[in-house]
């Protein structure tokens, strides 16, 4: 993995987190062209989630619009999985819509760099990555979101906190870990299976309005991922490393990074609270 990192971090900034593109219309008019562009390229949209109304009615007034399109896993999403599990920490894709009025900021992830990092990027997952690039081109001028830093790869920071629980089931292991997020104040979504990996997506209200006030391009990362995995007679666990996001321009020095922080300590503690003890791939 240290060495993925460093090849990711010797191609620079050229790669983007994410994609963007700009569009025209009301929410209902865009959210429909972006469910119809997704269909065109043949992703299917699992469920479209109003997180906007949902931070408002939490946090109160000044959120903008915003929606995910979580798709439904294909190809693509089983075969990043089956090579590294941690690609589950944007899987199955998320499509954002925010913006207010009549013009909207439609994005996804980049595979290129995310499923580079991951040290999975080829064949389906490839494929995958073009089908959103295509997608969002059948909406306008795609634009990339670049880093504004790379990870230093000397640092031990994965891309994912891992974990795992000795003699466990997975069954047991996602049902602890979904009623110590219920516990912590997070909302929940049912889960989803790609291929071995069950994947748990809570979001708090909270989080998201700090992360998507500083930048709203992050929202291929939501809802946040948790997954589980049977390991042997061991279980997988882990979730997304929020740290991260701090690599996204206008993140570091803003307060999203103190809730990032929370958020790692969150989610740390939800971890070893099923059992979990910290495992590095190979380990």
């Given at each position: 993995m240290k060495k993925v990192w460093a090849l990711v971090v010797a191609l620079g900034l050229s790669l983007a987190q994410s994609l963007v593109v700009q569009v025209q219309g009301s929410l209902e008019s865009v959210e429909a062209r972006v469910l119809e562009a997704l269909k065109g390229v043949g992703l299917e949209p699992d469920r479209v989630l109003n997180l906007?109304?949902?931070?408002?009615?939490?946090?109160?007034?000044?959120?903008?619009?915003?929606?995910?399109?979580?798709?439904?896993?294909?190809?693509?999403?089983?075969?990043?999985?089956?090579?590294?599990?941690?690609?589950?920490?944007?899987?199955?894709?998320?499509?954002?819509?925010?913006?207010?009025?009549?013009?909207?900021?439609?994005?996804?992830?980049?595979?290129?760099?995310?499923?580079?990092?991951?040290?999975?990027?080829?064949?389906?997952?490839?494929?995958?990555?073009?089908?959103?690039?295509?997608?969002?081109?059948?909406?306008?001028?795609?634009?990339?979101?670049?880093?504004?830093?790379?990870?230093?790869?000397?640092?031990?920071?994965?891309?994912?906190?891992?974990?795992?629980?000795?003699?466990a089931k997975v069954?047991?292991?996602?049902?602890?870990?979904?009623?110590?997020?219920?516990?912590?104040?997070?909302?929940?979504?049912?889960?989803?299976?790609?291929?071995?990996?069950?994947?748990?997506?809570?979001?708090?209200?909270e989080w998201a309005r700090i992360m998507f006030l500083t930048q709203p391009a992050g929202g291929f990362a939501a809802p946040c991922r948790f997954f589980a995995m049977q390991m042997g007679p061991d279980v997988l666990v882990g979730a997304i490393e929020p740290m991260l996001m701090t690599i996204m321009p206008g993140v570091m020095g803003s307060p999203a990074v103190t809730m990032l922080q929370e958020a790692r300590q969150v989610m740390t503690g939800i971890l070893e609270a099923v059992g979990g003890e910290p495992y590095r791939p190979g380990q």
């Open positions: 906007g109304e949902q931070v408002r009615q939490v946090t109160g007034p000044g959120f903008p619009d915003y929606r995910l399109v979580v798709l439904k896993p294909e190809k693509g999403s089983l075969e990043a999985v089956s090579k590294n599990p941690m690609a589950a920490i944007v899987l199955p894709p998320t499509v954002f819509i925010t913006g207010e009025g009549d013009k909207y900021l439609v994005g996804t992830f980049d595979g290129r760099l995310l499923f580079s990092m991951l040290g999975v990027y080829g064949g389906q997952v490839e494929r995958l990555t073009w089908r959103l690039e295509g997608a969002l081109g059948r909406l306008g001028l795609v634009r990339k979101v670049s880093p504004a830093m790379m990870p230093d790869p000397g640092s031990g920071m994965m891309p994912a906190l891992l974990y795992r629980v000795r003699e069954e047991d292991v996602v049902l602890m870990v979904e009623t110590e997020l219920t516990s912590a104040g997070l909302n929940l979504l049912p889960n989803v299976k790609v291929g071995p990996v069950t994947v748990i997506m809570p979001c708090k209200s």
